[in-house]
């Protein structure tokens, strides 16, 4: 599945250390690639906060692929990953959950590395949608 990496640091200081290089190139990440049958097609890189949403905004990285998905720029279905949770965003949890379910419905998988699960929507019926983790273990 075509999937973009999603990294994010909230200071330049953690970008001069190992913070993005670790979200997209540790063994652990590489592993889930490999497992999972991804293919990377880019990675996207934010250094900034998460909370308030901030990530989402329009000239965000995060924000302008929300919106490539929606437009139709990038075609689905497609994979959003990155390393843990807390890099989608620190938000209010009902405005994470939204933004989360709103990329399931336009057809983005969302891939978590630290939990080893790629969370999927499969759509037999039309408008009736059934959810699943796919666990490599």
Known sequence: MKTYLYNRVSSG????????????????????????????VQT?????SSFYGKNF????VLGKFIEE????KIATPVCLCFENWDRFGRDIEWKNTKRFLDLIDVNVSI???????????????????VWHCRNSK
């Open 13 to 40: 200081k953690q970008r001069k250390k190992d913070g993005l290089t670790r979200q997209s190139e540790s063994a652990d990440v590489l592993e889930f690639i490999k497992t999972h049958k991804l293919q990377v």
């Open 44 to 48: 996207m890189e934010y250094v900034g």
């Open 57 to 60: 905004d329009s000239e965000t």
């Open 69 to 72: 998905v929606k437009s139709g």
């Open 111 to 129: 891939g978590v590395v630290s939990m080893n699960i790629i969370i999927v929507e499969h759509r037999p019926q039309r408008g009736k949608g």
